[in-house]
């Protein structure tokens, strides 16, 4: 998740400050990728590099970066249309400062949020790709791995080595999905007062 976030910032972050032709060059890229589903990406990526956990995080992330990229550009455009951002530029401050005082401390809610809603996301696709075979290798354990080889074997001797693994699965995803909801309401200032 990190280093997705990381990646979309840096892709969201110069697409949405500079604008021109780096922006239109960096979301023609992005509106490549999303034009496929995630688990697509991730599938074909994965039988490019490999079986292995490395791989699956360095996959996770750049399949997470470019879509969360998007999202975080269009949050610096929101905060670049600010009148103080304006303020600052006209009292001399260079590109670095105002990227460091003004858009970053404005970006960190959606960043947060970001995080929290492709979390339930990250971890189905990682399940997915461990269930076909494609993820993490079998030493190290996976609750795709574990519902694939235990789900299939010993179904029907020992049902529940298929079944607690897809409940935990199942609360991971919906725990995220719920904090991801949750999570907005409790930073957006506007919502604070009238509690």
């Known amino acids: 998740m990190g280093l997705g976030l990381l990646g979309a910032l840096l892709m969201g972050l110069p697409s949405g400050y500079r604008g021109g032709l780096l922006d239109m060059a960096v979301q023609r890229v992005v509106d490549a990728f999303m034009c496929f589903p995630l688990l697509l990406v991730a599938l074909t990526i994965m039988a490019l590099l490999g079986p292995g956990l490395l791989n699956v995080v360095l996959t996770l992330g750049q399949v997470l970066a470019v879509r969360a990229s998007r ?3 269009a949050a610096v455009l929101s905060v670049m ?11 001399g401050a ?5 990227v460091r005082r003004h ?6 809610a959606p960043i947060l949020i970001l995080a929290t809603v492709n979390l339930g996301a990250v971890i189905l696709i990682e399940a997915a790709l461990s269930f076909l075979g494609f993820g993490v290798p079998p030493p190290r354990p996976s609750w795709g791995g574990m519902l694939s080889t235990a789900g299939v074997v010993h179904v029907l001797r020992a049902p529940w080595l298929a079944f607690w693994p897809g409940v935990a699965l199942s609360l991971a995803v919906f ?21």
Do not use: K, T
């Not at 999905?177 to 009238?194: E, F, K, Y």
């Open 103 to 108: 858009v970053l401390p404005n970006i960190v």
């Open 81 to 91: 249309a600010n009148p103080y951002v304006e303020s600052a530029r006209a009292l």
């Open 175 to 195: 725990s995220a999905n719920m904090l991801g909801d949750a999570l907005p309401d409790v930073l957006d200032p506007r919502l604070r007062g009238s509690r």
């Open 71 to 73: 999202v975080l550009r």
């Open 94 to 98: 260079g590109p670095g400062a105002i």
